[in-house]
């Protein structure tokens, strides 16, 4: 059923900072009522079995909508239902998206901060956008089925859960970062590891010889760059076997 459906500006008679305290007035003319949507206050009141919207959005979310009929607890319902429909598939979204990043950062291919962040926020605003419709679920409990409200309590909780798991992802991420840097001053530790014994060597023999030798062909040369040679070449072989070239 099709329920009269008007789009207007918010109206001086209610107190908006009320509403935004308390979710739902009743007053001699009606219901109001504050639900959020992408962590944003949409308003709107049922009068008289119309339904009076206060924003564009939520007037284009609504006029889709086929009561069961134009009774206050049917619009209600109606509203609720469709809220809760999209919320799932934004949840949904989320979830994919979040398995998605997850993936790469174990996998070492993700490098944008950015990311994370735009994504954190989603999710904090779908929880928001779900926690606020549990409570004016409570609210208006009196006007809805059951299954309504089981419906309304799943949403609650799968945000909550999802908010849960996204705010493991920062540390997830942190780590992977270390870890790469770990690997670098391995990297860094090893060359060094492997050039300090061959630097203390040669010392010795710029100490020990008289004159360094200038013709590499000459058996002096053999006898003071085997030592340094053989000695890169087995710390090199070493580094490789614990892995940390």
Not at 33 to 58: A, H
Not at 83 to 107: A, M, P, Q, S
Not at 203 to 230: K, W
Request: a neutral charge.
């Amino acid at each position: 059923m099709r329920c009269k459906i008007i789009l207007t500006e918010f109206p001086n008679y209610i107190s908006k900072d009320k509403l935004n305290v308390y979710r739902v007035i009743f007053d001699d003319k009606g219901i109001h009522i504050r639900l959020d949507l992408e962590g944003t206050p949409q308003y709107f009141s049922i009068i008289d079995s119309n339904l009076i919207v206060y924003s564009k959005k939520l007037y284009e979310i609504l006029k889709g909508i086929d009561f069961d009929s134009c009774e206050l607890n049917k619009i209600i319902e109606g509203i609720l239902n469709e809220v809760v429909y999209l919320l799932g598939i934004n949840r949904t979204k989320l979830f994919e998206k979040f398995d998605t990043v997850l993936y790469n950062i174990t996998e070492g291919k993700f490098k944008d901060i950015k990311q994370i962040k735009d994504l954190r926020k989603a999710i904090q605003n779908l929880y928001l956008d779900s926690s606020s419709l549990y409570y004016l679920c409570k609210k208006l409990s009196k006007y809805i089925s059951q299954e309504i409200k089981d419906e309304v309590e799943f949403a609650y909780e799968r945000a909550e859960i999802l908010l849960t798991r996204s705010s493991d992802i920062y540390n997830i991420y942190l780590t992977e970062v270390q870890n790469e840097l770990n690997n670098i001053i391995k990297k860094l530790t090893s060359i060094s590891f492997i050039f300090l014994p061959i630097t203390a060597i040669a010392s010795i023999y710029a100490v020990t010889y008289a004159t360094l030798p200038s013709n590499f062909s000459s058996i002096e040369s053999l006898y003071f760059l085997l030592p340094l040679v053989f000695l890169g070449i087995i710390l090199t072989i070493y580094l490789r076997k614990i892995k940390w070239l």
